[in-house]
């Protein structure tokens, strides 16, 4: 596997210049929250622009010109400043209908200084007189080449800015990385709000990437970071809190939304890391994230966080907050189970070892010969009772048909697909996990009769 960096551009500027719409136009989907509100863009918010066969970066920040009233605000103003000195490339992005504001000129002489590229974006340019506008005198920029004008909204000029900016990468240095070249686990982390995800997601990159505050919805918009460990990739996703259904009816507007993109991205998941928190009981809302797990194609690993606050621990509270989740939530009992604490990041790093594991699990590929071998011994173990036929049914085989997660074929000489009980299909979901120790993964097993086999 190459050990390429994918190189980074960063989109800087004042609150309200269409940051967001246009990363979401370069990522060709709706990832940002996109709204009129100034701010909603509150931690760096990042994700791959995949153009012409090859990828890059893209960073999108909040507003500079954010006034750092309260703590959030002043990280905000911290975050952008460390995505501008991390980028290989900067996009200034201006709004072409309002011009170019004072503060944005003293912003310009600023990035002059930059070490690397800085191009100037006017952005909202959707009419040919817009477009123009932006040539005349008053869009100088001391320092900087004139704006290039682009409509994120619509997306013209945005094909002609993606050729000129991988065309500078190369001539920098940093070429944007063939698609081929990048393969990641992607890793969603949800939650009910603040049981840690943002402090978890902290410790496990290694830098304050993820603004972290005692405000429950501090994290708005599902972010997702690149991690790299040795020679793998790992997209974390910290995801908005979920709060009790009636909450998100009242709330509305961007947290309603930002909740109901949480199923989504769970569904683009390859594993799911469900925090909770060691010192609350699990209730309705963890019960709605392992609905969301079951109904995907998700891995799913439980991570009990702020392990380090439980007090009279001994050596058998780990088995039994085990027990008690698999009572609690019977979906769970097939995932594994980890007690960190992300505040001294107890057992944190094991955390990529687990993932790759379950990652493993659900894409494994058994032989022919070993679902043989292990249909037979279930066979034998338990044979199946009658169900709605007149007769047990003959079971003739097992096949893989998929993978991610396994998904099998159960051959059976009946009727109609309902003469084995659900209780059997059980039964041959948790032997395959424990034969072939598939922790993590939901397993999938379809009845498929076969009539015209002879007995």
């Not at 989109?11 to 989907?29: A, C, D, I, M, Q």
């Not at 799911?272 to 194609?297: C, H, I, M, W, Y």
Request: with cysteine.
């Amino acid at each position: 596997m190459s050990e390429r960096r994918i190189p980074t551009i960063a989109l800087v500027g004042r609150t309200n210049v269409g940051k967001s719409t246009l990363f979401n136009r370069l990522l060709e989907r709706p990832k940002a929250l996109v709204s009129d509100i100034p701010g909603t863009t509150r931690d760096r918010n990042e994700g791959e622009c995949l153009w012409r066969g090859k990828v890059v970066r893209i960073v999108d920040t909040g507003g500079l010109d954010v006034e750092a009233a309260d703590e959030i605000e002043k990280n905000t103003l911290v975050q952008a400043k460390r995505a501008m000195k991390q980028a290989d490339l900067i996009l200034f992005v201006l709004d072409a209908k309002t011009g170019v504001l004072p503060q944005e000129k003293t912003l310009a002489r600023e990035l002059h200084r930059a070490k690397v590229p800085v191009f100037a974006i006017a952005n909202k340019a959707e009419t040919p007189a817009e477009r123009a506008s932006v040539e005349g005198p008053e869009w100088y920029l001391q320092g900087l080449h004139a704006p290039i004008a682009v409509s994120a909204l619509r997306g013209t000029g945005v094909g002609d800015l993606l050729d000129l900016l991988f065309d500078a990468l190369a001539k920098k240095g940093v070429p944007p990385v063939p698609s081929q070249e990048l393969t990641a686990t992607r890793v969603a982390v949800i939650g009910k709000p603040n049981v840690g995800k943002s402090t978890l997601l902290n410790a496990i990159i290694g830098e304050e990437r993820f603004i972290v505050s005692p405000i429950a919805h501090t994290t708005r918009e599902p972010n997702d970071t690149l991690v790299r460990i040795g020679d793998k990739n790992f997209i974390f996703i910290d995801t908005a809190g979920m709060r009790k259904a009636g909450k998100v009816k009242k709330a509305g507007g961007l947290e309603a939304e930002a909740v109901r993109r949480n199923e989504h991205v769970v569904r683009q998941a390859d594993v799911t890391l469900l925090v909770v928190d060691a010192n609350e009981p699990l209730g309705a809302q963890e019960k709605t994230l392992a609905g969301f797990l079951k109904d995907s194609r998700s891995g799913v690993i439980v991570i009990v966080n702020k392990w380090d606050l439980v007090e009279d621990k001994t050596p058998t509270t780990m088995n039994r907050y085990r027990e008690y989740v698999a009572a609690s939530i019977p979906f769970l009992q097939m995932a594994p189970v980890m007690f960190v604490s992300a505040l001294t990041r107890q057992r944190v790093r094991t955390i990529f070892e687990m993932v790759e594991t379950v990652q493993k699990n659900r894409t494994i590929q058994l032989t022919q010969k070993q679902l043989d071998a292990f249909l037979q011994n279930a066979l034998r173990a338990h044979a199946p009772a009658k169900g709605k036929g007149t007769s047990p049914p003959k079971v003739l085989g097992l096949q893989q048909v998929d993978t991610a997660p396994p998904v099998f074929d159960l051959i059976v000489k009946a009727k109609r697909e309902q003469t084995l009980s659900p209780s059997y299909i059980r039964f041959l979901i948790n032997r395959l996990t424990d034969t072939f120790h598939l922790s993590g993964t939901t397993i999938r097993i379809h009845i498929r009769v076969a009539r015209s086999v002879a007995s």
